[in-house]
């Protein structure tokens, strides 16, 4: 019934796990076949109140409670069962904890709100989503009244909009930095070491190192493209039929193209050195290889011509070029970035004393609110809490953030068994951080296992998915990789049945667009 893999995840013990299981490997069924064998083992057996399993939504709570429902029913059935442990499970199933990490963050505040001196009237009012948006531009407006009384910033309102009247797209900046703030353990550390990010600078050479290194990469991946879109001409000139070209045409662009490959490469070596001066003189070289386009030349070269010249002629449109003009771009950020962060603080201060007026708390509060008081009198409600619990699940880990993170691993000893998949990571918007994920699957302390077959889809596809994902994740500076580990298998040969090719992809029109039509 099970694959080696699916073994490995349901038996693992003695240490924490860590399971990479893509769609249609069957996480949900081993996720529960291992709770049920934990649960009912002759040998050490956990009862299900000293197990915490967190999902990601409420309807993944309850539908793996209903399958732990019925495959404990199941078990009952059997002769050579232990009934009375399994009716012991199946009265415990009801109020096991097993829910969103939001639900279990919004448990441990109920129990410990006096640790932090919470108002207990604030956890019974969760504010709605309507509400903490009124609240958060309220927040806003006034801090940016505040602000503007003592500081000028009519330069920051006109690189947000055209009238100073129209605050919103500032607006929404604000609270885009309000909550990356938030999403960290500390908002003020937070704050404090973006700007350092930013300074007054003569060269190039003093720009932050973290800011440096965002720089050169960006660069590195528009190199990249138009190397790519390089590579592409010089291979398409062997297609081309030279019976329709005057004598050396082709050989001659062919060359061109070489040379500018030739360009680009040391381009590519001199930012990945960050030897900035170096690349500027080698792309300015680009402009002395001629080539013209003929109107015999094929469809497909002329599409990959024209993109690589819209790409060229945009590269060369932006600063990359001129030193002077990137210190002095830099050297006007620095007070602006000040100022929006500056407005973002207040803004932050002000959302939180509104919440406190009507005695509210929001989505995100949950999180920062357990994580203080796990984290109290030297982590004692946390060590406490360790001892209550044995196993602890965590799933869709792909979309865990910092801070969910370390709320796991503050009450956790060695005993987490997290399953994810880094592609289908969704939630960037929430800060998830599927690098926290990864880092852990690269970590040989965690047992890692993968359970690399899919049972759900026909063979084309499966192939189909790993095409594509190994292309959109293996680029130049991408923030993850699509190694042998991500790929997935059939994993049967009823899947490997195929009908001619059967993917096919539609386009369709601007988001926009397509709404209104």
């Given at each position: 019934?099970?694959?080696?893999?699916?073994?490995?995840?349901?038996?693992?013990?003695?240490?924490?796990?860590?399971?990479?299981?893509?769609?249609?490997?069957?996480?949900?069924?081993?996720?529960?076949?291992?709770?049920?064998?934990?649960?009912?083992?002759?040998?050490?057996?956990?009862?299900?109140?000293?197990?915490?399993?967190?999902?990601?939504?409420?309807?993944?709570?309850?539908?793996?409670?209903?399958?732990?429902?019925?495959?404990?029913?199941?078990?009952?059935?059997?002769?050579?069962?232990?009934?009375?442990?399994?009716?012991?499970?199946?009265?415990?199933?009801?109020?096991?904890?097993?829910?969103?990490?939001?639900?279990?963050?919004?448990?441990?505040?109920?129990?410990y709100y006096d640790v932090i001196n919470l108002n207990p009237k604030m956890?019974?009012?969760?504010?709605?989503?309507?509400?903490?948006?009124?609240?958060?531009?309220?927040?806003?407006?006034?801090?940016?009244?505040?602000?503007?009384?003592?500081?000028?910033?009519?330069?920051?309102?006109?690189?947000?909009?055209?009238?100073?009247?129209?605050?919103?797209?500032?607006?929404?900046?604000?609270?885009?930095?309000?909550?990356?703030?938030?999403?960290?353990?500390?908002?003020?550390?937070?704050?404090?070491?973006?700007?350092?990010?930013?300074?007054?600078?003569?060269?190039?050479?003093?720009?932050?190192?973290?800011?440096?290194?965002?720089?050169?990469?960006?660069?590195?991946?528009?190199?990249?493209?138009?190397?790519?879109?390089?590579?592409?001409?010089?291979?398409?000139?062997?297609?081309?039929?030279?019976?329709?070209?005057?004598?050396?045409?082709?050989?001659?662009?062919?060359?061109?193209?070489?040379?500018?490959?030739?360009?680009?490469?040391?381009?590519?070596?001199?930012?990945?050195?960050?030897?900035?001066?170096?690349?500027?003189?080698?792309?300015?070289?680009?402009?002395?290889?001629?080539?013209?386009?003929?109107?015999?030349?094929?469809?497909?070269?002329?599409?990959?011509?024209?993109?690589?010249?819209?790409?060229?002629?945009?590269?060369?449109?932006?600063?990359?070029?001129?030193?002077?003009?990137?210190?002095?771009?830099?050297?006007?950020?620095?007070?602006?970035?000040?100022?929006?962060?500056?407005?973002?603080?207040?803004?932050?201060?002000?959302?939180?004393?509104?919440?406190?007026?009507?005695?509210?708390?929001?989505?995100?509060?949950?999180?920062?609110?357990?994580?203080?008081?796990?984290?109290?009198?030297?982590?004692?409600?946390?060590?406490?809490?360790?001892?209550?619990?044995?196993?602890?699940?965590?799933?869709?880990?792909?979309?865990?953030?910092?801070?969910?993170?370390?709320?796991?691993?503050?009450?956790?000893?060695?005993?987490?068994?997290?399953?994810?998949?880094?592609?289908?990571?969704?939630?960037?918007?929430?800060?998830?951080?599927?690098?926290?994920?990864?880092?852990?699957?690269?970590?040989?302390?965690?047992?890692?296992?993968?359970?690399?077959?899919?049972?759900?889809?026909?063979?084309?596809?499966?192939?189909?998915?790993?095409?594509?994902?190994?292309?959109?994740?293996?680029?130049?500076?991408?923030?993850?990789?699509?190694?042998?580990?991500?790929?997935?298998?059939?994993?049967?040969?009823?899947?490997?049945?195929?009908?001619?090719?059967?993917?096919?992809?539609?386009?369709?029109?601007?988001?926009?667009?397509?709404?209104?039509?």
């Amino acid at each position: 019934m099970w694959n080696i893999d699916q073994l490995k995840a349901i038996q693992a013990s003695g240490r924490s796990v860590m399971v990479s299981a893509s769609a249609g490997a069957g996480k949900t069924t081993v996720l529960v076949e291992r709770l049920i064998q934990i649960c009912t083992r002759k040998d050490n057996p956990i009862d299900l109140d000293r197990i915490i399993a967190m999902t990601f939504t409420d309807a993944a709570a309850a539908e793996m409670k209903k399958r732990l429902s019925v495959s404990l029913s199941e078990q009952l059935q059997k002769e050579d069962s232990d009934k009375n442990r399994i009716q012991k499970q199946l009265v415990l199933l009801s109020t096991a904890q097993i829910s969103t990490i939001h639900s279990f963050c919004l448990s441990i505040i109920k129990k410990y709100y006096d640790v932090i001196n919470l108002n207990p009237k604030m956890i019974e009012n969760n504010l709605d989503d309507a509400t903490v948006s009124n609240l958060k531009s309220k927040a806003f407006k006034e801090a940016f009244l505040e602000y503007s009384k003592s500081n000028d910033t009519l330069e920051l309102t006109n690189n947000f909009s055209t009238s100073i009247f129209n605050l919103d797209s500032l607006e929404k900046s604000v609270l885009n930095i309000v909550n990356e703030a938030n999403s960290s353990f500390n908002a003020d550390i937070w704050y404090e070491t973006t700007l350092s990010n930013y300074k007054i600078i003569k060269t190039i050479e003093e720009v932050n190192d973290n800011v440096k290194s965002s720089f050169f990469n960006s660069i590195i991946h528009e190199i990249s493209i138009l190397k790519d879109y390089c590579d592409k001409l010089i291979d398409q000139f062997e297609q081309e039929n030279s019976n329709d070209f005057k004598a050396d045409y082709l050989n001659k662009g062919k060359a061109t193209f070489i040379k500018r490959q030739s360009i680009l490469i040391d381009c590519l070596i001199a930012l990945k050195n960050q030897q900035y001066q170096d690349f500027t003189d080698m792309f300015i070289k680009l402009k002395d290889t001629k080539f013209s386009k003929n109107a015999k030349l094929s469809e497909i070269f002329v599409l990959i011509y024209d993109a690589y010249k819209k790409h060229y002629d945009s590269l060369n449109k932006t600063p990359y070029l001129s030193e002077s003009l990137l210190v002095e771009t830099n050297n006007l950020l620095y007070p602006l970035i000040k100022q929006l962060l500056d407005i973002a603080k207040l803004t932050s201060a002000n959302f939180k004393n509104l919440k406190k007026e009507i005695c509210g708390f929001d989505f995100d509060d949950m999180e920062h609110f357990a994580y203080d008081i796990l984290t109290s009198n030297n982590n004692m409600i946390a060590n406490q809490i360790k001892e209550e619990y044995d196993e602890i699940y965590v799933d869709e880990f792909q979309d865990t953030n910092d801070i969910q993170n370390e709320i796991v691993n503050l009450i956790s000893r060695n005993n987490v068994f997290r399953v994810g998949d880094v592609k289908q990571s969704i939630y960037r918007f929430r800060k998830a951080k599927p690098q926290i994920m990864r880092g852990i699957m690269n970590d040989e302390s965690y047992e890692r296992i993968s359970l690399k077959h899919n049972y759900r889809s026909q063979e084309y596809i499966v192939d189909f998915t790993n095409f594509v994902f190994e292309r959109l994740m293996n680029v130049n500076n991408f923030s993850d990789t699509y190694t042998e580990i991500d790929h997935v298998h059939t994993g049967s040969d009823k899947q490997k049945i195929r009908k001619g090719n059967l993917i096919k992809f539609y386009s369709l029109p601007d988001i926009k667009d397509f709404g209104e039509s």
